[in-house]
């Protein structure tokens, strides 16, 4: 369980496009439980926020899909021009 003054302390979740609330949880960590059925678990004495989360934009840039679109079209020449040497020497 935890306190709802620490769920205060997350504004943001990780996902795409988004940088999480990074937290620092200072406890005991028990590989098996005994007070949960032995699972493993963390009982926290303290939680602080380490660096809070941000909401990040990609820019599409085409300029960055030339090298593969240039390799691309090589590729296809050069399967081409394998075709091509083949059914010459038959």
Known sequence: MVDNSVIGLI???GCYNTTGTILRV???FYVACPTHEGI????A???TVVQHGEITH???DFY???PGIVLIAIGGLLAFLYRF???RQR
């Open 58 to 60: 990609d820019t599409f």
């Open 40 to 43: 493993m678990d963390i009982h």
């Open 45 to 47: 004495d303290s939680v």
């Open 64 to 66: 960055q899909f030339i």
């Open 85 to 87: 040497l083949a059914e």
């Open 11 to 13: 504004d943001t979740y």
């Open 26 to 28: 200072k406890g005991t």
